[in-house]
């Protein structure tokens, strides 16, 4: 879609770190179960322990309608990551849960499991320092536990990745570097930034507004990493191969990530590599995830190839 972006100055790009930082909320693992809302649809909310992290890891889980009926059928997985500040229960908390088991009452998803994990504040990528090596325990961890506990089809095209502000850039990421493991991915709002946020050295290293940062790409924030992990620069070499992308972000975002947004729109363009692209009206909070997160999920429903001849719950998906 075309758009010319609202000029961004590195110091705004300061503020919007500094800001998005400030409104971090960290949370334990859990090793109990958090019941689900009822209904057709349901889920659970359970941790898988990990070597990488030395720690158990917070995961919930939604079941499409049916899932208990057939033992033998399989179904596409969709890898769902949530926003700085967020955690696990994204869907269950912000009333996603009954948005998405809308769609499956309407027939517009097909049937497929969603997993949100915890990524704490990681983007879920490996630290600079090599202390929290969450990209490794998603890859060689989550991953398999998840596709063996679950009914899962797992396979490429059967397997997606999707994410939130934060975790629109850990997918983006994920996907870009893994593309032999996902055949679709989704952003919404991710925090795409074409350049390094300038951040005064000045601040103390305790400071709340630098250590979230800092813990993930150094501190001071290493150059040289922060480029090899930038989506944006990821998906200039990337190998797509096929992979079905769709990204949005509000047109007036509070942070500013229209301007990576549509700087990723560019990247593809001049690859020719095939999207689906939108600005929407609207900043950066839940009203906004909530009205196009539908839009998301119906994109990868037709990326597992579920709206053609295959049954969701016992009915076709209309065409």
């Not at 893994?178 to 103390?204: C, T």
């Not at 997160?293 to 990868?300: E, Q, T």
């Amino acid at each position: 879609m075309p758009h010319n972006p609202r000029a961004i100055k590195v110091s705004r790009i300061a503020v919007a770190w500094i800001a998005l930082t400030l409104c971090c909320v960290l949370t334990a693992s859990s090793r109990t179960s958090t019941p689900l809302p009822t209904g057709d649809a349901r889920g659970e909310c359970l941790s898988v322990p990990s070597r990488i992290l030395g720690r158990s890891v917070p995961y919930c889980v939604i079941l499409p309608p049916g899932y208990g009926e057939d033992a033998n059928r399989r179904y596409p997985v969709l890898y769902y990551l949530h926003g700085l500040g967020d955690n696990q229960q994204m869907f269950v908390r912000s009333g996603g849960f009954n948005l998405i088991e809308e769609l499956w009452d309407r027939h517009e998803i097909g049937d497929f499991i969603l997993v949100s994990p915890a990524g704490y504040a990681s983007f879920f990528m490996n630290s600079y320092d090599g202390r929290f090596r969450y990209e490794d325990f998603f890859i060689q961890e989550f991953m398999p536990f998840i596709e063996n506990r679950y009914r899962v089809a797992a396979r490429r095209e059967s397997r997606g990745i999707g994410g939130i502000s934060m975790g629109g850039y850990g997918a983006l990421r994920m996907a870009f570097l893994h593309p032999q493991l996902f055949g679709s991915v989704s952003a919404h709002s991710a925090a795409l930034m074409e350049r390094l946020p300038a951040i005064s050295v000045g601040n103390s290293p305790e400071s709340g507004r630098l250590q979230i940062l800092g813990n993930v790409f150094g501190s001071p924030p290493d150059r040289s990493f922060w480029d090899r992990n930038n989506p944006l620069n990821i998906a200039r070499t990337a190998e797509f191969a096929g992979m079905k992308i769709y990204f949005d972000c509000g047109s007036e975002d509070d942070y500013g990530f229209e301007a990576g947004a549509q700087a990723l729109h560019n990247v593809l363009v001049s690859r020719h590599i095939s999207h689906e692209f939108h600005l929407y009206p609207g900043g950066h909070n839940w009203g906004y995830f909530s009205k196009h997160l539908p839009d998301s999920l119906r994109f990868n429903s037709e990326a597992f190839r579920l709206h053609e001849s295959r049954p969701t719950h016992g009915k076709p998906i209309p065409r």
